[in-house]
């Protein structure tokens, strides 16, 4: 992985996926989904991605956890650290796009001063939420350890657990209790909401975009970290 941080062409790639994604995505002649989404569906080439994006980085997030606790290195932790918070970022972005979303497909239904027209209580939205708060217990637990070899060990497990919990509680329990996202009942989410092959030639560019674009973010606080650590241990 650190190899691949090395590379410099998958930034390049990562940006010009998503200045595509971005000028397509918003300038693209595309159907309506039916509905009340309307054209608001333009929206999945960002919103859905973040989802994507934080499945990666805390994937991440928990393979770096375990290679700490089986080797020992430093830079493991750092990783798996970062990881977590960078997959965090993307988490809540994720999570504002879907609340900006939700309030202007509905909002000939629900007025603007009411507290549903914002937040519904969606089984995805407050599963989401609750795994957003998992993680945010891993860095309030690594705030309460001092001896840094014992907080990296215990966060390092806290981690797996963490990342075990991510799946059953933003993708299967929504789904087995339905809701307004499409996939609530059963089958893919991109399958139920019609996905064309207009959309895929965005939406399969901007994933991967954004992804890129995380691993380089990524890369940025690992190199930033690590610098850190070096001078204040010169220090």
């Not at 859905?48 to 700490?68: A, C, E, K, Q, R």
């Not at 059963?186 to 959309?199: C, K, T």
């Not at 674009?213 to 690992?222: A, F, H, K, N, Y």
Request: hydrophobic share 50%.
């Amino acid at each position: 992985m650190l190899a691949f941080f090395k590379n410099n062409g998958y930034k390049i790639l990562g940006v010009v996926l998503i200045g595509y994604a971005l000028i397509a995505g918003l300038l693209k002649s595309l159907p309506d989904m039916g509905g009340n989404m309307a054209q608001t569906s333009r929206n999945v080439f960002y919103h859905v991605p973040m989802w994507f994006t934080m499945y990666l980085l805390m994937g991440i997030s928990v393979v770096y956890s375990i290679l700490f606790l089986l080797k020992g290195k430093d830079r493991f932790d750092v990783v798996a650290r970062e990881s977590a918070r960078t997959g965090m970022v993307f988490g809540l972005f994720g999570l504002s796009t879907g609340i900006i979303w939700s309030r202007v497909t509905w909002r000939e239904l629900i007025p603007s001063d009411s507290f549903a027209a914002w937040w519904s209580w969606d089984p995805k939205q407050t599963m989401v939420v609750v795994a957003l708060m998992i993680y945010a217990a891993y860095f309030i637990l690594r705030a309460g350890i001092e001896e840094s070899s014992s907080r990296a060990r215990i966060s390092a497990v806290y981690n797996i657990f963490a990342a075990a919990s991510l799946i059953p509680l933003t993708l299967i329990l929504p789904r087995m209790l339905g809701g307004l996202h499409p996939g609530g009942d059963d089958g893919n989410p991109l399958e139920n909401i019609r996905l064309s092959n207009e959309f895929r030639v965005v939406f399969y560019p901007s994933v991967l975009g954004f992804m890129l674009l995380s691993i380089w973010i990524l890369e940025l606080r690992v190199r930033f970290t690590l610098y850190q650590q070096k001078f204040e241990d010169v220090e």
